[in-house]
């Protein structure tokens, strides 16, 4: 069993299980982002419906959710200790800095800052579960669109508090950054590199990060627009 | 094209030793032709700095040509200097302008600590290649070098590997100071060729234990070290590496 | 040195050649060899200095036999030996091509090479394990070129007529390199071999007349150690730095060899050095390194200067570019004088002539050193693909040190030393007259006579430390019991080597002069490449000999060594070096007066036939001059070995 230990603590191991992780919580964006986009129907009758309809299909899986959910846990805690360690341990390699500090590689910006995209995404999800998850009722200025307050009423709520839309766009356009050079960086770290797909891989997973982080960030700001024009 | 002489003036990294904290210190070199190289400008410097009863800079350098992987000077925050594909000893004078200032540091990483001023101790390479860069082969028992073909594309790609010089740039490019080029050219040099492929699982675990061991940084595939390398390596090695080292982790017995 | 005295002649030396036909000689003495008991070989202890193809290949073979090795290097790896630097191609016997090479050929080929100055004997062995060398590389992972059908590619060098060169790209000495260094590396986590990087031998230890240790200098705290051994093998190199500007690497030095020759070794032919002709010419004085550029150019490129001194002239201050110069005032010197041949004359000649021209004031480049070496010829004829495609890697290689363009404008060559024939002198079984001490690769004399073939050094390197000197060390150490010969290091003679080294150091460091070590050599490469270089003379040499004493003595009195021993410090590191050069240049030029006959690299002014060729005189000079160390002031003496060719006949060179 001292392989399992020496893999996980070596760097290729850790890398590997950030990849791993990180690749299985692109799955999880798209499903969560299709589910959000529900949020861009114009009419507000057929939106909450469809909205609380996807949130209570979730609900109604009752064990497979808490699974599923343990399982999200899991993905997150593996992939944020291991960058937490990895960061660590990079800052440790390059004690002493350079005078001058300068890049000559071919990548972008997006690739030099995970750590702090990672690190305010991370602050960002402590939100998102608090108000989302755990929020429903706590808050006592939500009012109920039909009744009973939904995970509806709770999103329209707090996506029409201007500080709140703000710091969510932030984090979406964050996790563009994050998944800009995620997406392909799950790939070269798995070693699933070619020279014939690596370029369409590297495409493609720019095409995913603009789609869910700008997709995102654009369902936070209609929604903010909406309540704002009321 | 015509030479001119140009004046520089240099901020460069003094240490004493190890142990002792180091400073940057500014010097004046003038009147050099900007058809000397780099190095040749630091000797010039030398020279005038003895002159002037002051210790000369110490750097590494060797070959002069760009092979042996001795010199080791980040110009200007770039390993090498400017220009892509060349060493510091390849670099030359009229890649710079009259009045320029040059900052010259010494490659950064904990696991090459500074010697004196830019020199810097990288044992731990040769740390790495000990620990299974290399095929089990004692002189004397080889078949004839011909018995087994071997196709141009996969000894054409060994040998892109194999061109690595061992001179650290993309260690000193990193900013995780990660030495996953270096160990992933030898990894992928040897593993492309049939003599290699043996011993490759148990290599890659044993160089990737031993790089972990010398304290360089993890991979965050920024590409610099490509970018960096004198002879052009390409990161392609390291997801070979990456690859070897996750199947060598699932099959290897022990 | 008194030169005009009568030289000392001492006992003739024997090469301890075996007896038996040649093909039969090495088979025949591998198993005449004593052998060591395989339990008994960790009990010896063996030296190896320097980790280059000879002594990198020596140290990992020596270890992998079982022995303990403790393996010296200059550098900070191994793996930076400058044996990494060469480009073309190492030859090997293997008739892949099927274009009727042979282990004779080979051997025969060399023999001519290096004008019949080189040991029949050594020669084949040679070329005998020239085969096994491949293979071993092979297995190794060296990546030689292949074709598509996977099997290896050869190509023809210069001084043969059948492709039997295997390449790695432009850098097969550095593959050829990596792969001893990786078996040294390997044997080094195993524990057989002991490595030692950043340290510099500075003397050796002679006890009873054998080789049993060495003194060191620490390059990082200074300080200085005693290693003992059982056999102390040199790989450290050539001496060709002695000119200062060279192909050589500013690290290469003759340091190691100088201090065996002071000891009591002989040191063999040393006015053979080679010079390459076609190498990026000198910009300027501060320079500080020759850049070769492949010989393989001169299949396409035309040698040429401005026919008059005026032209030249204008050349040389920049009124005049080389593309105005009209086809009828260009002076194709070699084409002209050697209509046979033509560009493709030999090293030498192609070298000689390039001095010749620039002498009459033809030169061009701003120095008046430099010819032309012009491809617009080829590109007309070709097309620039095929000339691209022939020498885009050269052409790359010499915008970037030149930043001009030699596809529009022609390129600008000068001849430059580029290896040594000559060094430490060797018996068949690559031991010196000193007992246990062994010498490998460029740092002794044996195989290339007066003059080198192009990738034949790699083959030696590697075939003296792969296959010659694992077998021949092991029936001298088996004479030597193992444990009654253990030492300590710290013996008197151990202490007084050390005390030595300490002596010079510090005498070094309290010169407190004006001059920087660098002002020295510089003096002295120009002394030895104006007198001692190309075409030597009676007169020029013995004005070398007057001249060289005096940088010596300035040196001693006037050199400005910085800081301390105890300390990481490249200027004293640089001043013991000069200091053995100037040592060195001396015996060389003294070498080069004794012998007047002209013959490969050497070219005595005086012995030339009526075409202006290198004229040998194999009555008088068919020997190997050996030179013994007599003391600083004395004249060396001299002992010859007598080559015998018992299976080619000796041929005078014409290339009209």
Same mark, same amino acid.
Request: proline share 3%.
């Given at each position: 069993?001292?392989?399992?230990?020496?893999? =996980?603590?070596?760097?290729? @191991?850790? &890398?590997? /299980?950030?990849?791993?992780?990180?690749?299985?919580?692109?799955? +999880? #964006? !798209?499903?969560?982002?299709?589910?959000?986009?529900?949020?861009?129907?114009?009419?507000?009758?057929?939106?909450?419906?469809?909205?609380?309809?996807?949130?209570?299909?979730?609900?109604?899986?009752?064990?497979?959710?808490?699974?599923?959910?343990?399982?999200?846990?899991?993905?997150?805690?593996?992939?944020?200790?291991?960058?937490?360690?990895?960061?660590?341990?990079?800052?440790?390699?390059?004690?002493?800095?350079?005078? =001058?500090?300068?890049?000559? @590689?071919? &990548?972008? /910006?997006?690739?030099?800052?995970?750590?702090?995209?990672?690190? +305010? #995404? !991370?602050?960002?999800?402590?939100?998102?579960?608090?108000?989302?998850?755990?929020?429903?009722?706590?808050?006592?200025?939500?009012?109920?669109?039909?009744?009973?307050?939904?995970?509806?009423?709770?999103?329209?709520?707090?996506?029409?508090?201007?500080?709140?839309?703000?710091?969510?766009?932030?984090?979406?356009?964050?996790?563009?950054?994050?998944?800009?050079?995620?997406?392909?960086?799950?790939?070269?770290?798995?070693?699933?590199?070619?020279?014939?797909?690596?370029?369409?891989?590297?495409?493609?997973?720019?095409?995913?990060?603009?789609?869910?982080?700008?997709?995102?960030?654009?369902?936070?700001?209609?929604?903010?627009?909406?309540?704002?024009?009321? | 094209?015509?030479?001119?002489?140009?004046?520089?003036?240099?901020?460069?990294?003094?240490?004493?030793?190890?142990?002792?904290?180091?400073?940057?210190?500014?010097?004046?070199?003038?009147?050099?032709?900007?058809?000397?190289?780099?190095?040749?400008?630091?000797?010039?410097?030398?020279?005038?700095?003895?002159?002037?009863?002051?210790?000369?800079?110490?750097?590494?350098?060797?070959?002069?040509?760009?092979?042996?992987?001795?010199?080791?000077?980040?110009?200007?925050?770039?390993?090498?200097?400017?220009?892509?594909?060349?060493?510091?000893?390849?670099?030359?004078?009229?890649?710079?302008?009259?009045?320029?200032?040059?900052?010259?540091?010494?490659?950064?990483?904990?696991?090459?600590?500074?010697?004196?001023?830019?020199?810097?101790?990288?044992?731990?390479?040769?740390?790495?290649?000990?620990?299974?860069?290399?095929?089990?082969?004692?002189?004397?028992?080889?078949?004839?070098?011909?018995?087994?073909?071997?196709?141009?594309?996969?000894?054409?790609?060994?040998?892109?590997?194999?061109?690595?010089?061992?001179?650290?740039?993309?260690?000193?490019?990193?900013?995780?100071?990660?030495?996953?080029?270096?160990?992933?050219?030898?990894?992928?040099?040897?593993?492309?060729?049939?003599?290699?492929?043996?011993?490759?699982?148990?290599?890659?675990?044993?160089?990737?234990?031993?790089?972990?061991?010398?304290?360089?940084?993890?991979?965050?595939?920024?590409?610099?070290?490509?970018?960096?390398?004198?002879?052009?390596?390409?990161?392609?090695?390291?997801?070979?590496?990456?690859?070897?080292?996750?199947?060598?982790?699932?099959?290897?017995?022990? | 040195?008194?030169?005009?005295?009568?030289?000392?002649?001492?006992?003739?030396?024997?090469?301890?050649?075996?007896?038996?036909?040649?093909?039969?000689?090495?088979?025949?003495?591998?198993?005449?060899?004593?052998?060591?008991?395989?339990?008994?070989?960790?009990?010896?202890?063996?030296?190896?200095?320097?980790?280059?193809?000879?002594?990198?290949?020596?140290?990992?073979?020596?270890?992998?036999?079982?022995?303990?090795?403790?393996?010296?290097?200059?550098?900070?790896?191994?793996?930076?030996?400058?044996?990494?630097?060469?480009?073309?191609?190492?030859?090997?016997?293997?008739?892949?091509?099927?274009?009727?090479?042979?282990?004779?050929?080979?051997?025969?080929?060399?023999?001519?090479?290096?004008?019949?100055?080189?040991?029949?004997?050594?020669?084949?062995?040679?070329?005998?394990?020239?085969?096994?060398?491949?293979?071993?590389?092979?297995?190794?992972?060296?990546?030689?070129?292949?074709?598509?059908?996977?099997?290896?590619?050869?190509?023809?060098?210069?001084?043969?007529?059948?492709?039997?060169?295997?390449?790695?790209?432009?850098?097969?000495?550095?593959?050829?390199?990596?792969?001893?260094?990786?078996?040294?590396?390997?044997?080094?986590?195993?524990?057989?071999?002991?490595?030692?990087?950043?340290?510099?031998?500075?003397?050796?230890?002679?006890?009873?007349?054998?080789?049993?240790?060495?003194?060191?200098?620490?390059?990082?705290?200074?300080?200085?150690?005693?290693?003992?051994?059982?056999?102390?093998?040199?790989?450290?190199?050539?001496?060709?730095?002695?000119?200062?500007?060279?192909?050589?690497?500013?690290?290469?030095?003759?340091?190691?060899?100088?201090?065996?020759?002071?000891?009591?070794?002989?040191?063999?032919?040393?006015?053979?050095?080679?010079?390459?002709?076609?190498?990026?010419?000198?910009?300027?004085?501060?320079?500080?390194?020759?850049?070769?550029?492949?010989?393989?150019?001169?299949?396409?490129?035309?040698?040429?200067?401005?026919?008059?001194?005026?032209?030249?002239?204008?050349?040389?201050?920049?009124?005049?570019?080389?593309?105005?110069?009209?086809?009828?005032?260009?002076?194709?010197?070699?084409?002209?004088?050697?209509?046979?041949?033509?560009?493709?004359?030999?090293?030498?000649?192609?070298?000689?002539?390039?001095?010749?021209?620039?002498?009459?004031?033809?030169?061009?480049?701003?120095?008046?050193?430099?010819?032309?070496?012009?491809?617009?010829?080829?590109?007309?004829?070709?097309?620039?693909?095929?000339?691209?495609?022939?020498?885009?890697?050269?052409?790359?290689?010499?915008?970037?040190?030149?930043?001009?363009?030699?596809?529009?404008?022609?390129?600008?060559?000068?001849?430059?030393?580029?290896?040594?024939?000559?060094?430490?002198?060797?018996?068949?079984?690559?031991?010196?007259?000193?007992?246990?001490?062994?010498?490998?690769?460029?740092?002794?004399?044996?195989?290339?006579?007066?003059?080198?073939?192009?990738?034949?050094?790699?083959?030696?390197?590697?075939?003296?430390?792969?296959?010659?000197?694992?077998?021949?060390?092991?029936?001298?150490?088996?004479?030597?019991?193992?444990?009654?010969?253990?030492?300590?290091?710290?013996?008197?003679?151990?202490?007084?080597?050390?005390?030595?080294?300490?002596?010079?150091?510090?005498?070094?460091?309290?010169?407190?002069?004006?001059?920087?070590?660098?002002?020295?050599?510089?003096?002295?490469?120009?002394?030895?490449?104006?007198?001692?270089?190309?075409?030597?003379?009676?007169?020029?040499?013995?004005?070398?000999?007057?001249?060289?004493?005096?940088?010596?003595?300035?040196?001693?009195?006037?050199?400005?060594?910085?800081?301390?021993?105890?300390?990481?410090?490249?200027?004293?590191?640089?001043?013991?070096?000069?200091?053995?050069?100037?040592?060195?240049?001396?015996?060389?030029?003294?070498?080069?007066?004794?012998?007047?006959?002209?013959?490969?690299?050497?070219?005595?002014?005086?012995?030339?036939?009526?075409?202006?060729?290198?004229?040998?005189?194999?009555?008088?000079?068919?020997?190997?001059?050996?030179?013994?160390?007599?003391?600083?002031?004395?004249?060396?003496?001299?002992?010859?070995?007598?080559?015998?060719?018992?299976?080619?006949?000796?041929?005078?060179?014409?290339?009209?």
């Amino acid at each position: 069993m001292s392989w399992i230990f020496k893999y =996980v603590n070596s760097s290729i @191991g850790k &890398k590997q /299980l950030m990849a791993v992780t990180g690749g299985c919580l692109l799955g +999880f #964006l !798209l499903v969560h982002f299709v589910g959000n986009c529900t949020l861009l129907i114009p009419d507000e009758a057929a939106r909450a419906e469809a909205f609380n309809k996807v949130a209570d299909t979730y609900a109604s899986l009752k064990f497979l959710l808490y699974v599923a959910e343990a399982g999200l846990v899991v993905l997150f805690g593996v992939h944020i200790v291991n960058a937490l360690r990895t960061w660590r341990e990079n800052r440790a390699a390059r004690a002493a800095g350079y005078e =001058v500090q300068t890049r000559v @590689g071919d &990548k972008s /910006l997006p690739s030099f800052v995970m750590i702090y995209t990672g690190t +305010f #995404l !991370l602050a960002w999800l402590v939100l998102h579960i608090l108000t989302f998850k755990f929020g429903k009722g706590v808050f006592a200025d939500i009012i109920p669109h039909d009744g009973q307050i939904t995970l509806y009423d709770v999103v329209s709520f707090w996506f029409s508090q201007s500080w709140y839309a703000a710091i969510y766009v932030i984090a979406m356009l964050c996790l563009g950054f994050h998944l800009w050079h995620g997406v392909g960086s799950v790939f070269q770290t798995l070693g699933l590199r070619h020279p014939k797909y690596t370029p369409i891989i590297e495409f493609c997973g720019k095409c995913y990060a603009a789609l869910i982080g700008g997709g995102n960030a654009i369902i936070v700001i209609t929604c903010f627009l909406r309540e704002a024009c009321k | 094209m015509a030479e001119k002489n140009i004046s520089v003036t240099l901020k460069v990294w003094r240490q004493a030793s190890a142990d002792k904290p180091g400073k940057f210190e500014t010097y004046k070199v003038k009147d050099v032709s900007t058809g000397s190289s780099f190095l040749e400008m630091l000797d010039i410097l030398n020279e005038e700095l003895q002159k002037e009863g002051k210790e000369p800079f110490a750097f590494d350098n060797d070959c002069r040509e760009g092979i042996c992987g001795m010199c080791s000077l980040v110009i200007n925050g770039v390993p090498h200097g400017p220009g892509r594909g060349i060493t510091t000893c390849q670099l030359h004078m009229r890649s710079f302008k009259d009045g320029d200032v040059i900052v010259v540091e010494p490659w950064r990483a904990s696991a090459f600590p500074v010697i004196r001023d830019c020199v810097v101790n990288r044992d731990a390479f040769d740390r790495i290649i000990q620990a299974g860069g290399f095929t089990n082969i004692n002189a004397g028992s080889a078949q004839d070098a011909n018995a087994i073909p071997i196709g141009k594309a996969d000894a054409d790609a060994a040998m892109d590997a194999a061109a690595c010089i061992g001179c650290g740039a993309c260690v000193a490019a990193c900013k995780n100071a990660s030495a996953m080029l270096f160990v992933s050219a030898k990894v992928t040099h040897l593993a492309r060729l049939p003599q290699g492929q043996v011993e490759k699982r148990k290599r890659v675990l044993a160089m990737v234990a031993q790089m972990d061991k010398e304290g360089f940084g993890n991979c965050t595939n920024q590409y610099e070290c490509q970018a960096a390398c004198p002879k052009e390596i390409s990161v392609d090695c390291i997801a070979k590496m990456n690859r070897e080292y996750l199947s060598a982790t699932v099959v290897e017995p022990a | 040195m008194n030169y005009n005295a009568p030289v000392t002649e001492g006992a003739k030396l024997d090469g301890h050649i075996p007896e038996g036909p040649l093909a039969e000689k090495w088979t025949k003495h591998k198993f005449d060899l004593k052998l060591v008991n395989p339990s008994n070989k960790r009990k010896y202890r063996i030296i190896v200095v320097g980790t280059g193809l000879g002594g990198g290949a020596a140290a990992a073979s020596l270890g992998e036999l079982g022995y303990k090795v403790d393996c010296f290097c200059i550098q900070d790896s191994a793996r930076r030996a400058h044996s990494i630097a060469a480009q073309g191609g190492i030859n090997a016997a293997k008739n892949y091509q099927n274009d009727g090479d042979s282990v004779y050929r080979l051997f025969y080929d060399t023999i001519k090479g290096g004008d019949y100055r080189a040991r029949e004997a050594n020669v084949h062995r040679l070329a005998e394990v020239s085969r096994n060398i491949i293979d071993q590389c092979v297995a190794q992972g060296v990546p030689f070129a292949r074709d598509y059908g996977g099997l290896l590619d050869n190509r023809s060098f210069g001084g043969a007529q059948v492709s039997r060169t295997f390449y790695a790209r432009g850098q097969t000495g550095q593959q050829l390199l990596l792969g001893a260094y990786q078996s040294l590396m390997r044997q080094v986590h195993k524990g057989t071999v002991n490595l030692h990087v950043r340290k510099e031998m500075l003397d050796l230890v002679v006890i009873g007349g054998k080789a049993r240790g060495i003194v060191t200098r620490d390059l990082v705290t200074g300080q200085i150690e005693t290693h003992w051994a059982h056999a102390v093998v040199l790989g450290s190199g050539g001496y060709g730095n002695t000119f200062f500007l060279s192909t050589n690497a500013r690290g290469s030095n003759c340091s190691a060899a100088w201090a065996a020759y002071k000891k009591g070794a002989y040191f063999a032919n040393p006015c053979y050095t080679q010079i390459h002709p076609t190498c990026i010419p000198v910009h300027g004085d501060q320079q500080s390194k020759l850049t070769l550029m492949s010989e393989s150019l001169r299949n396409d490129g035309r040698v040429w200067v401005p026919r008059t001194k005026e032209m030249a002239e204008k050349v040389r201050k920049g009124e005049l570019t080389p593309e105005q110069i009209k086809e009828e005032d260009r002076y194709y010197y070699l084409e002209e004088r050697y209509p046979s041949f033509g560009n493709l004359v030999p090293r030498d000649v192609a070298s000689r002539n390039a001095k010749m021209v620039c002498d009459a004031g033809l030169g061009v480049e701003a120095s008046g050193r430099a010819v032309f070496l012009d491809f617009s010829e080829a590109i007309g004829r070709l097309g620039e693909d095929v000339v691209r495609q022939r020498y885009g890697n050269l052409f790359h290689m010499y915008e970037k040190i030149t930043a001009q363009n030699p596809y529009k404008t022609p390129m600008k060559i000068y001849p430059a030393i580029h290896y040594t024939m000559g060094g430490l002198w060797v018996d068949y079984d690559l031991m010196s007259n000193l007992e246990g001490l062994f010498v490998v690769g460029e740092a002794n004399f044996s195989d290339h006579g007066a003059n080198r073939l192009g990738a034949s050094a790699l083959m030696q390197g590697l075939a003296d430390g792969y296959f010659v000197l694992p077998y021949t060390i092991g029936g001298y150490l088996a004479t030597m019991p193992p444990k009654a010969t253990e030492l300590t290091g710290d013996e008197p003679e151990f202490r007084e080597a050390a005390k030595g080294v300490r002596e010079r150091i510090q005498r070094l460091l309290s010169i407190n002069g004006t001059k920087s070590p660098l002002e020295f050599h510089k003096a002295l490469g120009h002394i030895m490449w104006d007198n001692v270089g190309m075409a030597r003379t009676e007169e020029s040499l013995k004005r070398a000999l007057d001249e060289i004493p005096k940088i010596r003595e300035d040196f001693w009195k006037n050199v400005k060594v910085y800081g301390k021993n105890e300390e990481f410090n490249q200027n004293l590191e640089t001043a013991l070096r000069v200091a053995d050069f100037l040592e060195l240049a001396e015996l060389l030029a003294y070498d080069a007066l004794q012998r007047k006959e002209s013959c490969g690299g050497h070219f005595r002014e005086e012995s030339q036939t009526a075409e202006g060729e290198a004229l040998r005189q194999d009555d008088k000079f068919a020997y190997v001059a050996a030179w013994e160390y007599t003391g600083a002031d004395s004249n060396p003496a001299l002992h010859k070995e007598d080559l015998k060719f018992e299976n080619v006949h000796l041929t005078q060179r014409s290339y009209k």
